[in-house]
């Protein structure tokens, strides 16, 4: 019973963060739930300590996901090849860097009166234009991150556009910096698999982008156009929901900014890794 044990553990969690292959449905699995759990205890310390989660919080937040995507880029190059830098283990290896940090800012505010977020949002720059500085050199296809942006000029437009000409409250500076926090994933994706030879690791992205091609659905023989759908669809409905919610202001900004967390992580990655592996 123990090696079969052993042996699922091992293909299904430990080897996939030791050769870095990806998610199947038992790895991602595990990981939301972790993930989840971890959401909902850090919510609750931050209700019991008055910790506001604000703009000033979420933009605070900012150089700590560009220093993990850093990161995780120089372990893709080989860098840095400790474990620490594999996904999901670079969540718990920033959060131990970026929740002390966060607690000292408040150390400093109150002995000068400079505001926590500045200091935290000072200390994160540094370090992420630090490991900026060893990635830069890597570059190689610095024009493509003018497409990347065109593309996601589009919709940047498109989302203020809306905002303007309806006036709606869903389309609030918060809500439209979470889907445009996604359509940057979704924008890496679809340059990537659709102009050049990068796979998807993610199991649902994976499976949608295969049956897209699976019925000809394709743009250059790939379906990862429909990533843009998909996150509008899936970001915009959860949106909605955390906005019709019964509870506080503090509680929807912090799942909103949860929400910017899983979408502008690895679209800055997958930025990255257009400049240095194209």
Not at 107 to 131: M, Q, R
Request: charged share 15%; hydrophobic share 55%; with cysteine.
């Amino acid at each position: 019973m123990i090696p079969e044990i052993t042996a699922f553990l091992n293909k299904y969690i430990i080897d996939p963060i030791l050769y870095d292959t990806g998610y199947n449905l038992v790895n991602t699995t595990l990981w939301a739930i972790v993930f989840v759990s971890g959401v909902f205890v850090l919510m609750n310390y931050f209700q019991k300590q008055k910790q506001a989660i604000d703009n000033k919080f979420i933009f605070a937040l900012l150089p700590w996901i560009l220093l993990g995507t850093i990161l995780r880029v120089l372990k893709d190059l080989d860098v840095y090849t400790t474990i620490l830098l594999i996904t999901p283990i670079i969540y718990a290896v920033i959060f131990s860097i970026c929740f002390p940090a966060l607690i000292l800012s408040h150390y400093i505010e109150t002995k000068t009166k400079i505001p926590y977020w500045k200091s935290w949002f000072a200390s994160g720059l540094v370090l992420a234009l630090f490991f900026f500085s060893k990635i830069i050199f890597f570059f190689e296809n610095t024009p493509i991150f003018f497409v990347w942006l065109g593309v996601l000029s589009f919709f940047i437009a498109i989302l203020w556009i809306l905002r303007l000409i309806t006036r709606h409250s869903f389309f609030s500076k918060l809500n439209i910096a979470t889907l445009l926090a996604h359509l940057t994933d979704s924008t890496s994706t679809f340059i990537a698999m659709t102009f050049f030879s990068f796979t998807e690791k993610h199991v649902l992205a994976r499976v949608l982008i295969d049956s897209m091609e699976t019925i000809g659905l394709t743009l250059n023989n790939s379906g990862a156009w429909i990533m843009f759908p998909l996150k509008l669809i899936v970001v915009g409905f959860a949106l909605y929901v955390i906005d019709k919610e019964d509870i506080t202001k503090q509680q929807k900004n912090f799942l909103k900014m949860i929400i910017i967390l899983l979408g502008l992580a690895p679209g800055i990655r997958g930025l990255f890794q257009l400049l240095v592996f194209t």
